[in-house]
């Protein structure tokens, strides 16, 4: 990798960020050169060990001579932030490695935005050459929750004596998780976290079980992940929703000391080489669309719709109109704007 093709490609990462003019058409040629890349969504409860992981897992795919992007996912903070900057410390381990393509990304604001931002950066990342992509992202959110539907495989980190540990995993996380990390297992509480992350996903896939069949979570069709009981509880009563019957297993690591490391890149690989299905790819890429779809919108909402906004809501304070009548006439100005071609 020479050092105009790193440049070229933080350019484009740039260029991506700030949505210049004619950054769709950038992706859109890189895009085919994108497509080899194995993406794997990190998520789970914030100070879990998520970006100590990711660089442990770093490490370990450096060394089955893989190169690496990692998308590092903050909302919250662009530059300021003490979780940018703790990521920035955590990933030190790798700065220098021409292997090693590190991004952070924190587009606020737009809805679907964040998740939008990430997958095109990871796009630059994969056309720059590399062979897996981390996104770590705090499981805070939606907007957060919705980059983990984007990804290959999910991990999901959690750690023992952060309050509720387990419990305090946002509704939705659970299900989107293919692996788990049971992080600073050196600590007291793994087990019981170990535990409790067992119970819930037997609780889970019960009431998966009884759920009407195919019905998508949050609106987001995302239908993999917790088909099935997890390890060491009877497998036999598995149900057999979860492509390719893909049990999430749990992992105990010491991140800060690379144990159990070695355990959870097997865990990810199993996952990628059982669950790659035409079904699975469909279902990620069409989570995909919707969140570009929604980014789109948003812009809209946030551009060209605004003015009209507005001057709707000052006839219902006028009282001349309702809003029935004005969100309709939003709707129209909103078809017309597609149709004239923007
Ligand atoms: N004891 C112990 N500490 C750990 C372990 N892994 C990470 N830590 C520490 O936990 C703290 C948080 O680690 P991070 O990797 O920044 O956690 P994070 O989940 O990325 O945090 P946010 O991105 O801020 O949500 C740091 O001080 C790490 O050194 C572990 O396995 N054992
Ligand atoms: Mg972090």
Not at 79 to 105: C, E, K, N, T, Y
Not at 141 to 149: M, R
């Amino acid at each position: 990798m020479t050092s105009g093709q790193v440049r070229a490609a933080a350019r484009a990462c740039r260029w991506v960020d700030d949505r210049v003019p004619g950054a769709r058409e950038l992706l859109r040629a890189l895009y085919p050169r994108s497509r080899h890349a194995w993406l794997i969504g990190v998520t789970g409860t914030p100070g879990a060990g998520k970006s100590t992981l990711t660089s442990a897992l770093v490490a370990r795919a450096r060394a089955a001579d893989l190169r690496v992007g990692v998308v590092a996912v903050d909302p919250s903070s662009p530059f300021s932030g003490g979780a940018i900057l703790g990521d920035r410390i955590r990933m030190q381990d790798h700065f220098g490695d021409p292997g090693v393509f590190i991004r952070s990304v924190a587009t606020r604001g737009a809805l679907g935005g964040l998740s939008r931002t990430a997958a095109d950066v990871a796009v630059v990342l994969a056309a720059w050459g590399a062979d897996v992509v981390f996104l770590e992202t705090v499981g805070v959110g939606q907007d957060e929750l919705e980059v983990t539907f984007l990804a290959d495989t999910t991990l999901v980190v959690v750690a023992p004596g952060l309050g509720d540990d387990v419990q305090a995993l946002k509704a939705g996380i659970l299900e989107c998780a293919d692996v788990f990390a049971v992080n600073k297992a050196d600590r007291p509480g793994a087990d019981a976290a170990v535990r409790d992350l067992e119970l819930m996903l037997v609780l889970s896939a019960e009431t998966q079980g009884a759920a009407q069949p195919g019905g998508g979570r949050h609106g987001l069709h995302h239908h993999h992940g917790l088909g099935a009981t997890p390890r060491a509880i009877d497998a036999s009563a598995a149900d057999t929703t979860s492509p390719g019957g893909w049990v999430p297993p749990i992992v105990r690591t010491v991140a800060t000391r690379g144990e159990g490391v070695e355990e959870l890149f097997h865990a990810l690989s199993r996952h990628r080489a059982q669950t790659a299905s035409p079904e699975r790819a469909r279902s990620r890429l069409g989570n995909r669309l919707r969140a570009q779809l929604r980014g789109r919108f948003a812009d809209l909402l946030e551009g060209a719709l605004e003015d009209a906004i507005e001057a709707s809501a000052a006839r219902l304070v006028e009282g001349v109109s309702d809003p029935y009548t004005e969100s309709e006439a939003l709707w129209r100005t909103l078809r017309d704007h597609r149709e004239s071609g923007s």
